[in-house]
């Protein structure tokens, strides 16, 4: 994680009316982002949306959405914990409300299987899922191949259910949403006092950052509804991911891949993959490919900033780079960027009262 303590000097405004906020970014993270900013400022500031693409149009759209961290290089083991124990608990309590169905948040058991038992470690987040423990010699016999395994219970959000009900969530907060592309974060700053840049691997291109890459990922969606459980080889490539829905099956991990469009050599390699560790799966109807580009970064950029030219400031808040983790993050980070644009809020207010003496 990258901080910066750069605030100040705070921009002085003769009479402070609220501050208007613009999130850039109508993915995972932009939208729950802006629905935190929303909840811990009532009536504080004006809210809007800005982005290019909506649900099911966004990489979030692709994904499978389970709750099962990757590891941030950059950003200490504690820190990632928090973030998942905050996002697991919020989903956790929306699986157990009315809430669930149209949210599409719901538990789902499964396995996590290995073939060396080097690779099986128990790792940081096990005491946050729930029933965490090696699988059972009985529950290994459905896995020839491996010889070691985990067994726990996590959540899954079902895309794009998920992104439609927090934009509702928005719109019952107030939250403005128009659709806009920004093409330098400047040009927002006649219009809004605060930017807070969710713009995933968009951000590469908006904001220059060369630590910001692709890793390309293509999954099938499928229809299946006699899977159950997941599957998991510890390795990560291959996935089973039973939805409310459809499974996904996955996957792919292409570093630096910039391309879109579907690669028919690799639906097939991911099906017949996914076939071994499950061969019910030969039976699967209404196979659809997807591709996404997981936003990558050693840590996630969650950062204040200060754009300033020709005397004019523009108080920014980054929170993008959540990579192959986003969906089991991204409560955890949307809850410090709200805390970061509160900061600015802050600074702005106090500038505005220093302004009037
Ligand atoms: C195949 C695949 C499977 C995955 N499975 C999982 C999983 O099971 N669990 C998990 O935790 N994570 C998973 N992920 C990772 C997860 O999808 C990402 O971490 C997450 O979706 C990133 O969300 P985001 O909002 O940052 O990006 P995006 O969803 O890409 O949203 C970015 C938004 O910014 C907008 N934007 C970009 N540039 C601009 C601009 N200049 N002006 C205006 N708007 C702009 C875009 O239009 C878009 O709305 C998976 C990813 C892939 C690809
Ligand atoms: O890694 C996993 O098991 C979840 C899926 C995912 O995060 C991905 O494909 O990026």
């Known amino acids: 994680m990258e901080y910066c303590e750069c605030l100040s000097p705070p921009i002085p405004t003769p009479q402070m009316a609220a501050p208007r906020v613009a999130v850039v970014g ?150 403005q949403i128009h659709t806009r592309k920004v093409a330098d974060l400047w040009e927002l700053h006649s219009e809004y006092d605060i930017v807070v840049n969710c713009t995933g691997i968009g951000a590469r291109q908006l904001v220059g950052d ?56 690799t639906t097939k390699d991911i099906f017949d993959r996914c076939c071994s560790l499950e061969p019910s799966l030969q039976r699967a109807q209404d196979i659809r490919v997807k591709v996404g580009l997981r936003p990558s970064r050693s840590c996630v950029r969650l950062q204040r900033e200060v754009l300033s030219q020709g005397g004019a400031k523009l108080l920014v808040v980054h929170n993008y780079g959540h990579g192959a983790g986003g969906f089991s993050v991204h409560r955890g980070t949307a809850e410090e960027a709200a805390h970061l644009v509160q900061e600015c809020i802050a600074a702005l207010q106090g500038s505005s009262s220093r302004a009037k003496l």
């Not at 794009?160 to 509702?168: A, F, G, I, R, V």
């Not at 990922?217 to 997941?230: S, T």
């Not at 490539?237 to 570093?255: A, W």
């Open 210 to 265: 060369q630590q910001l890459f692709p890793i390309r990922g293509q999954v099938l969606k499928v229809h299946a509804p006699w899977v159950k459980n997941f599957i998991r080889d510890g390795d990560g490539l291959t996935y089973i991911y039973p939805g409310i829905d459809s499974v996904t099956l996955g996957g792919t991990r292409e570093k630096e891949s910039w391309r879109l469009s579907p690669d028919p050599g």
């Open 26 to 175: 109508a993915g995972l993270i932009g939208l729950s982002t802006a629905l935190r900013i929303a909840e811990v400022n009532p009536n504080c500031c004006s809210i809007t949306l800005l982005s290019e693409q909506f649900s099911p149009n966004t990489t979030s759209d692709v994904a499978a959405g389970m709750l099962i961290p990757h590891t941030y290089p950059g950003t200490p083991i504690h820190v990632q914990k928090q973030w998942f124990k905050e996002t697991f608990t919020y989903l956790f309590a929306i699986s157990n409300s009315a809430e669930a169905s149209e949210a599409g948040i719901h538990l789902v058991s499964g396995w996590q299987i290995f073939k060396n038992p080097s690779e099986a470690e128990v790792p940081f987040w096990s005491d946050i899922v729930l029933g965490f423990r090696p699988m059972s010699a009985a529950e290994l016999q459905k896995f020839p191949q491996h010889s070691h395994g985990q067994a726990f219970t996590t959540l899954k959000c079902d895309c794009p259910p998920y992104l439609l009900w927090l934009e509702k969530r928005l719109k019952a907060n107030g939250v």
